[in-house]
């Protein structure tokens, strides 16, 4: 994220693997995060409440790993 840290600046943004693949739409789970983050408060320091969410990472189950490449 060093190389993009000027073009992003405070921004949110994805970041989308070319090797993932998603069974739902995107914008559902970028709703749900920031819904998450908007109900939770900025911390101040001394905190010790529910902080924002930073980052959001999509896993799912896979039968046979070896369909996408893993080696046992």
Known sequence: ???AREFLGDDD???YLGDNL???DL???VARFEAQRS???APRLGDEGPL???AQI????VEDRSAS???S
Do not use: N, P, S, Y
């Open 27 to 29: 914008g559902d789970f």
């Open 39 to 41: 109900r939770a408060t």
């Open 22 to 24: 998603l069974q739902q």
């Open 13 to 15: 943004f994805v970041m």
């Open 52 to 54: 924002l969410a930073a």
């Open 1 to 3: 994220m060093l190389i």
């Open 58 to 61: 999509l896993l799912a189950h």
């Open 69 to 71: 490449g893993w080696r």
